[in-house]
């Protein structure tokens, strides 16, 4: 029996190719810009809502047959078309390329699969059953999302803030985890879920000291995200 290996790979400029123009193939380009891959597309066909793609985002459409020369320089490719034969050439090709390779719902023919992902800003949870039943990755994925709110997002903002803030004040890295622990331990989670920031800045207050702020935290880990 095969068995993964998981890992997070970073895709940010990475020249990434889709095969096929429908929804599954839409769904995948998406994922692959979210991530800040540089896409080419290629299908005699597409879904409309290829249109709806923001156009200042690297994706490169080729309205045609894939070919093989399409993998050139690619770091990854996916194969997301109707026809199997099709897939399983994309898959060969890849392969005698070593090229990372994802034939959607064909999970013999990959060399890495894809999970069900739930993300709450810096938070990403993946769900996988080894390709053996997507549908109950899926359902699993809907419970974390429901278990998981945005709360996470707005917490894991304010904790990278509080990492920054320490660093640039030549905070010694090893004495971090304790404040953290603190933190964590005394609640802080559900002082964001319940909004309440007199106690957020008093819990703040009482671990970091006085020039620990709530909102100016907040700002700070907005512009590191947008950075």
Known sequence: MKKYYPAYIDIQNRKCLVVGGGGVALRKVRGLLDCG?????????????FQQIDESLPLRVVRRSYQTTDLEDKFLVIGATNDAALNRQVSADAQSRNILCNIADVPDACSFILPAVVRRGDL???????GK???????????????????????????????????????????????????????????????????????????????????????????????
């Open 124 to 130: 990403s949870i993946a769900v996988s059953t080894s």
């Open 133 to 227: 039943s997507p549908a109950f990755a899926k359902h699993l994925r809907k419970q974390l999302e429901k278990q998981f709110g945005e709360e996470y997002t707005t917490f894991l903002g304010l904790m990278g803030a509080i990492r920054e803030k320490l660093l640039a004040a030549e905070h010694a890295p090893e004495a971090h985890k304790p404040l953290f622990e603190k933190l964590i331990d005394n609640g802080l989670l559900d002082m964001i879920h319940n909004r309440d920031k007199q106690a957020i800045n008093r819990l703040l207050h009482e671990v970091l000291g006085d020039d620990f702020d709530y909102d100016a935290l907040l700002e700070t880990g907005c512009r590191q995200q947008e950075q």
């Open 37 to 49: 891959a540089n896409v080419t597309v290629v299908s005699p066909e597409f879904h409309p809502d």
